[in-house]
C-alpha cells in the first residue's frame, strides 16, 4: 500500500506531530470527502506500508522525525512544491529562499532523488506573464542544482472553487495557456532548456495538451518506476482510477483532508474555504486519530 500524505493538504508543513502520533498508533482514521458518513481505518504499520509520498511546500517541521521513520523501516520520498509566486496569490506560504533553504536541508539528509521539486500550477495572468515564469524558474532551478534530480510541471486548471477563489485577487487577469499552442510550445520549450542546463528531468503533471515538438515528457508523481528505482521494489499495482484522467499516478491512500493546509493560495483546489481552513488548523487536536474534526467537515462540491 502506497501512503499519500498528502494532496489534500501540507502534513509535513502543518501537521506532522499528528502524523507521527499515527505512525506510532499503527493506523489512521479517514473520512470519504464526498460522503462524510463513510470512515475508514488505515493501517500505518511497517509491513502494510510500502512507501509514503509527501507533498509538502515547507518540510522543515518533519525534519526531526525522519530519523524515526527511517529506524522504523518506513520508506519516503516528497513532491515538494516552490513557486516564488507573489503575495497576492501566495499570501503566507514561506520566502522562497527560506522555502529553498529548507528543501536542500532535507536533499542533504535523505537525498536528492528522494526530493522532487514541483513548479506548479503554473498559473499564466497579468501578475505572472510568461516572461516571469521563466525568469521564476531559472532562478529557483539554479538554487536547487544538485539537490534534486527531478522537475514536475503542470498548468493550472480551472475548477469552479479555484475560479471563485481568484476572483478574490484584486486586478487580476488570468488566460488559460493551455488554449494558446503557439505561447504553450514556447514556455515548455523554455522550462525545458533550463532543467536540463540544471541537470534535471522535467515531467509534466495531468496535462492534457501535446505538443509532438515542444511536449514536457507526461509523469506519474505516484510514480511505480520511481519506486522500484529509489527502493528496489516491484509494486503489482495499477493507475489510480479516482485520479484525471491524464493523470499517471498509480493507486494510493490519501490520508489528508480538505480545507485543512493554511498557505494561503488562491489558486488552490483543496483549500476553497480559506477562513474554515484556517479554524481548522486552530482546532485541530494533534492526538485524534482524524486529522479534521468530524464536526468541521465540509463536504467537496
Not at 532523488?113 to 498559473?123: A, G, H
Not at 490520508?255 to 494561503?264: D, F, K, L
Request: aromatic share 10%; hydrophobic share 40%.
Amino acid at each position: 500500500m502506497i501512503i499519500s500524505a498528502s494532496r489534500r493538504t501540507d502534513i509535513p508543513a502543518f501537521y506532522s506531530d499528528w502524523f507521527m502520533n499515527r505512525i506510532k498508533a499503527g493506523f489512521v482514521m479517514t473520512r470519504n470527502p464526498f460522503n462524510s458518513k463513510q470512515i475508514r481505518q488505515i493501517s500505518l504499520l511497517p509491513a502494510d506500508v510500502d512507501v509514503i509520498v509527501f507533498w509538502t511546500r515547507n518540510a522543515f517541521p518533519m525534519l526531526k522525525h525522519l530519523n524515526l521513520l527511517d529506524e522504523m523501516g518506513y520508506r519516503y520520498y516528497f513532491q515538494y512544491t516552490i513557486t516564488g509566486y507573489p503575495r497576492a496569490l501566495e499570501t503566507t506560504t514561506l520566502h522562497p529562499l527560506k522555502a529553498i533553504d529548507n528543501f536542500i536541508k532535507l536533499s542533504q539528509q535523505i537525498g536528492k532523488e528522494k526530493v522532487i521539486w514541483r513548479y506548479d500550477p503554473i498559473l499564466l495572468c497579468n501578475l505572472l506573464p510568461a516572461e516571469e515564469h521563466i525568469r521564476l524558474f531559472s532562478r529557483i532551478a539554479g538554487l536547487l542544482r544538485g539537490y534534486t534530480t527531478r522537475v514536475v510541471v503542470s498548468f493550472a486548471d480551472f475548477y469552479k472553487k479555484t475560479e471563485r477563489n481568484l476572483r478574490g485577487v484584486g486586478d487580476l487577469t488570468v488566460s488559460d495557456i493551455t488554449q494558446n499552442r503557439e505561447q504553450y510550445s514556447e514556455l515548455s520549450k523554455a522550462l525545458s532548456q533550463i532543467a536540463a542546463a540544471h541537470e534535471m528531468e522535467i515531467f509534466s503533471c495531468s496535462e492534457k495538451v501535446i505538443d509532438p515538438e515542444h511536449d514536457i515528457p507526461h509523469g506519474a508523481c505516484i510514480d511505480a518506476a520511481l519506486i522500484e528505482k529509489l527502493f528496489h521494489l516491484h509494486l503489482s499495482v495499477k493507475k489510480d482510477k479516482n485520479q484525471r484522467t491524464e493523470c499517471l499516478c498509480v493507486q494510493s491512500v490519501d490520508i489528508g483532508a480538505y480545507n485543512t493546509c493554511v498557505h494561503g493560495c488562491q489558486y488552490c483546489y483543496a483549500t476553497y474555504h480559506h477562513q474554515q481552513a484556517v479554524r481548522n488548523y486552530k482546532q485541530h487536536d494533534p492526538d485524534s486519530p482524524f486529522l479534521l474534526n468530524p464536526a468541521e467537515l465540509i463536504p467537496v462540491r
